[in-house]
């Protein structure tokens, strides 16, 4: 009777002793992985301010190309906000276009300013060394947004008959811009690849964002109704970026920004016209119709092709206006 009861306290006593060790080593896993996630906390706040100064110090080297070597990361670009892993940063008024992710060790950034024909802010293009640029086509137009494009992207050029037979080279990301060409076939060597498009039509200006199709993944299908442009910046910034949505996002803003500056300048050349009253310069500045008319095209959005013609008429006429006042020693609208 003794033995029974003696093996009992043993088997009891053994199941105590590893209910106390899986307690003890339970509480020791939660204090490691609550250290490491915030460690990487940390470490992820940290990166993201430094980024942060990264694309400030960007946005002022306007013509400025950069490749910047950062730790192994991903990064996740919204319109309005930048993640690295539970930290994010508000990019604020700044206009960056880039792939929804980027990840590796390294960043390539571009600035452009974009004049309208002053200028309205700066683009910030950033993209990685592991996201491919396809340019498919051939002629004057395929070969100038080839060269356009920094030296420092991953990027290549193959003419229409050549696409179907494209090999994947392992890169992580591959965005193929079709220049005047109607092509909706993935090549069978991308079959795994993560893969978008964009279709550029030189002659109307304008830009079709494509996706791999659901229905038939080897195929690309449209992602939205095209988008028409009238700058090249706006061409670039349609390339960079991967989704349609964020990139109509950032335009909204930029326009809205162009409509706030032609305001300000509209009310600058109405307060200067006075004095020059009675003078060479006088007419050029009241009520200037030119600005008047970025203004009414920029009231809404998204604009129709007749808002972005206004534009462009607008941008030549105040460039000759320009042009005049500088033989008459008048003062610049800009």
Same mark, same amino acid.
């Given at each position: 009777?003794?033995?029974?009861?003696?093996?009992?306290?043993?088997?009891?006593?053994?199941?105590?002793?590893?209910?106390?060790?899986?307690?003890?080593?339970?509480?020791?896993?939660?204090?490691?992985?609550?250290? $490491?996630?915030?460690?990487?906390?940390?470490?992820? !706040?940290?990166? &993201? @301010?430094? #980024?942060?100064?990264?694309? =400030?110090? +960007?946005?002022?080297?306007?013509?400025?190309?950069?490749?910047?070597?950062?730790?192994?990361?991903?990064? $996740?670009?919204?319109?309005?906000?930048?993640?690295? !892993?539970?930290? &994010? @940063?508000? #990019?604020?008024?700044?206009? =960056?276009? +880039?792939?929804?992710?980027?990840?590796?060790?390294?960043?390539?950034?571009?600035?452009?300013?974009?004049?309208?024909?002053?200028?309205?802010?700066?683009?910030?293009?950033?993209? &990685?060394?592991?996201?491919?640029?396809?340019? =498919?086509?051939?002629?004057?137009?395929?070969?100038?947004?080839?060269?356009?494009?920094?030296?420092?992207?991953?990027?290549?050029?193959?003419?229409?008959?050549?696409?179907?037979?494209?090999?994947?080279?392992?890169?992580?990301?591959?965005?193929?811009?079709?220049?005047?060409?109607?092509?909706?076939?993935?090549?069978?060597?991308?079959?795994?690849?993560?893969?978008?498009?964009?279709?550029?039509?030189?002659?109307?200006?304008?830009?079709?964002?494509?996706?791999?199709?659901?229905?038939?993944?080897?195929?690309?299908?449209?992602?939205?109704?095209?988008?028409?442009?009238?700058?090249?910046?706006?061409?670039?910034?349609?390339?960079?970026?991967?989704?349609?949505?964020?990139?109509?996002?950032?335009?909204?803003?930029?326009?809205?920004?162009?409509?706030?500056?032609?305001?300000?300048?509209?009310?600058?050349?109405?307060?200067?016209?006075?004095?020059?009253?009675?003078?060479?310069?006088?007419?050029?500045?009241?009520?200037?119709?030119?600005?008047?008319?970025?203004?009414?095209?920029?009231?809404?959005?998204?604009?129709?092709?007749?808002?972005?013609?206004?534009?462009?008429?607008?941008?030549?006429?105040?460039?000759?206006?320009?042009?005049?006042?500088?033989?008459?020693?008048?003062?610049?609208?800009?």
């Amino acid at each position: 009777m003794r033995g029974r009861k003696a093996q009992a306290e043993a088997q009891l006593n053994w199941i105590f002793i590893l209910i106390v060790g899986a307690v003890i080593m339970a509480f020791f896993t939660f204090i490691v992985m609550k250290q $490491r996630t915030a460690s990487e906390a940390k470490f992820s !706040g940290k990166v &993201s @301010q430094q #980024l942060n100064t990264i694309l =400030v110090g +960007a946005k002022v080297s306007s013509g400025t190309v950069q490749e910047i070597p950062t730790p192994d990361l991903s990064i $996740r670009f919204t319109c309005n906000d930048y993640y690295i !892993g539970p930290a &994010s @940063q508000r #990019l604020g008024n700044r206009v =960056v276009f +880039a792939p929804e992710y980027l990840e590796g060790n390294k960043l390539i950034t571009w600035t452009l300013d974009w004049n309208v024909p002053f200028k309205i802010t700066s683009f910030l293009y950033m993209t &990685s060394p592991f996201v491919r640029y396809v340019i =498919v086509g051939e002629g004057q137009k395929a070969d100038d947004l080839y060269l356009a494009l920094p030296s420092k992207l991953n990027k290549a050029q193959v003419s229409p008959s050549d696409y179907a037979a494209l090999r994947d080279e392992g890169d992580w990301k591959v965005r193929f811009i079709f220049v005047d060409q109607d092509t909706d076939a993935i090549p069978a060597s991308f079959a795994d690849v993560e893969v978008s498009g964009l279709r550029v039509m030189t002659v109307d200006r304008s830009v079709q964002f494509l996706e791999r199709s659901a229905a038939d993944p080897n195929m690309f299908t449209d992602m939205d109704v095209p988008f028409s442009y009238t700058e090249k910046e706006v061409l670039y910034a349609a390339i960079f970026s991967d989704r349609h949505d964020e990139f109509n996002c950032l335009m909204k803003r930029a326009y809205a920004r162009l409509n706030t500056v032609a305001k300000v300048y509209y009310e600058k050349l109405n307060a200067m016209a006075p004095i020059q009253y009675s003078t060479n310069c006088e007419g050029y500045y009241n009520q200037n119709t030119n600005l008047k008319a970025i203004i009414q095209a920029t009231d809404v959005y998204p604009l129709d092709l007749t808002g972005l013609t206004a534009i462009a008429n607008a941008v030549s006429g105040l460039k000759d206006t320009n042009s005049r006042l500088q033989i008459y020693s008048c003062p610049l609208i800009y």
